[in-house]
């Protein structure tokens, strides 16, 4: 696709690699039938090829507004589009450049600007964030029923084995998850310690930065990742042999530190590091012998797995959590149109709430119809979404490993 990029954007690093993506786009229209916004809406500019248009003409200077603006906050960042597209369009990279291009030019309605201010001052900081939920889970009984399936329900913290393994690994702790359900790393540190290795925390770490990166707050996002990386970088230097992420959407953000600050002369290298470290709890058990967990499976438990888009086209490990389920025994449901999107996309659900709706009970349908015992994900935004109108217990697939 050829593009003549405005002076204002022309020689900085983002033009120019705006500039290589762009090139690189032959407008084949492929994406378009991934796309779980293109497939509900049917417009052009809901779909990656239009979207891809539309910073096409804010590069090039052309005029923009709220028009454009709602085209791509309707994008789910999902990229699927990026599985799909025979010319590897690195689309997920154009659409944050023209995002954050687009905020410094359109002013968004004050509910909005309102509404991304509280999601970035709220939920990334789990002192804040923890004793509202626990306020909303006490009241939970009372609420409308519509409001009521928003809201976890509570779920009490499991116990961690001690550090005493001579492997050592470093646990993504993140911010949300933790509240919403501590029994997620509580499992992934008993099922690695009975593998040998002993999932550490670095005191000081928390957010990964993706709510604030994907709410008009990059700066804000980078300052969590610099954060992590001083807070993680003393593990790294003694030998931790990954970085274990149990929540996909903060496991791609993370293998994309490297990306994000490539151009911070203080972090680049050890963002770089940080980045090559982080592995999925899928990748890491993918790569153990786990023989030793054989015994704990109920071999009749029929399991339908929701695969994330942070995982499966984000960080490209599509049937590394399928193969180790049905090696260990358990049955894995047919779920149709496996590559499509549950409406989470982080803060998607929140921002976008009717378009969020339509495509989770889409993907519970498809996850229903093979009729499973139980559903796992493996992101914690997917668990919470599903939980809303699931008919069917959802949890982590980790957690069935550890039980």
């Known amino acids: 696709m050829q593009t003549t990029l405005a002076d204002?954007?022309?020689?900085?690093?983002?033009?120019?690699?705006a500039e290589a993506i762009l090139r690189s786009c032959v407008h084949c229209g492929f994406c378009n039938a991934t796309c779980p916004t293109y497939q509900l809406l049917g417009d052009e500019l809901d779909g990656p090829r239009g979207r891809i248009y539309l910073i096409k003409q804010l590069l090039e200077g052309a005029a923009v507004t709220r028009h454009t603006l709602a085209h791509l906050d309707?994008?789910?960042?999902?990229?699927?589009?990026e599985t799909t597209c025979?010319?590897?369009?690195?689309?997920?990279?154009?659409?944050?450049?023209?995002?954050?291009?687009?905020?410094?030019?359109?002013?968004?309605?004050?509910?909005?600007r309102l509404a991304r201010w509280l999601l970035r001052k709220i939920i990334p900081y789990p002192a804040r964030f923890t004793p509202l939920l626990r306020l909303g889970q006490v009241l939970r009984p009372l609420l409308p029923a519509g409001l009521e399936r928003r809201i976890p329900a509570y779920q009490p913290a499991a116990d961690r084995p001690a550090a005493r393994q001579a492997r050592t690994m470093l646990l993504l702790e993140g911010c949300a998850q933790p509240a919403i359900a501590p029994a997620i790393n509580s499992a992934a540190a008993r099922v690695l310690d009975k593998l040998g290795v002993s999932l550490l925390t670095a005191p000081g770490a928390g957010c990964c930065g993706a709510l604030c990166h994907h709410t008009s707050g990059v700066n804000e996002g980078l300052d969590f990742a610099r954060r992590n990386i001083d807070a993680w970088w003393?593990?790294?230097?003694?030998?931790?042999?990954?970085?274990?992420?149990?929540?996909?959407?903060?496991?791609?953000?993370?293998?994309?530190?490297?990306?994000?600050?490539?151009?911070?002369?203080?972090?680049?290298?050890k963002a770089g590091r940080v980045s090559d470290l982080t592995k999925d709890i899928g990748e890491v058990l993918a790569r153990e012998d786990l023989s030793r967990l054989k015994t704990n499976?109920?071999?009749?438990?029929?399991?339908?797995?929701?695969?994330?888009?942070?995982?499966?086209?984000?960080?490209?490990?599509?049937?590394v959590v399928e193969a180790i389920l049905a090696d260990l025994g358990f049955e894995l449901t047919t779920v149709p149109e496996p590559h499509s999107c549950c409406g989470s996309a982080g803060s998607y659900a929140l921002l976008q709430p009717e378009l969020?709706?339509?495509?989770?009970?889409?993907?519970?349908a498809a996850l229903a119809s093979g009729r499973?015992?139980?559903?796992?994900?493996?992101n914690i935004g997917c668990l919470t979404q599903l939980q809303q109108s699931a008919g069917t217990p959802v949890r982590h697939w980790v957690e069935l490993l550890a039980d």
């Open 8 to 17: 204002f954007i022309r020689t900085t690093a983002s033009g120019r690699e």
């Open 74 to 81: 309707r994008c789910l960042t999902c990229r699927n589009c």
């Open 86 to 112: 025979p010319s590897g369009v690195r689309y997920g990279r154009l659409l944050d450049i023209g995002r954050e291009l687009i905020e410094a030019k359109v002013e968004r309605p004050p509910a909005d």
């Open 234 to 269: 003393p593990h790294v230097e003694t030998g931790v042999e990954a970085i274990v992420a149990t929540a996909s959407g903060c496991g791609v953000h993370v293998k994309d530190y490297g990306q994000l600050l490539k151009h911070d002369p203080v972090y680049a290298d």
């Open 297 to 319: 499976v109920r071999p009749t438990l029929k399991v339908a797995f929701q695969s994330p888009c942070t995982l499966q086209h984000g960080q490209r490990l599509n049937g």
């Open 356 to 364: 969020s709706r339509r495509l989770r009970e889409r993907k519970l």
């Open 372 to 378: 499973p015992d139980v559903i796992v994900t493996a």
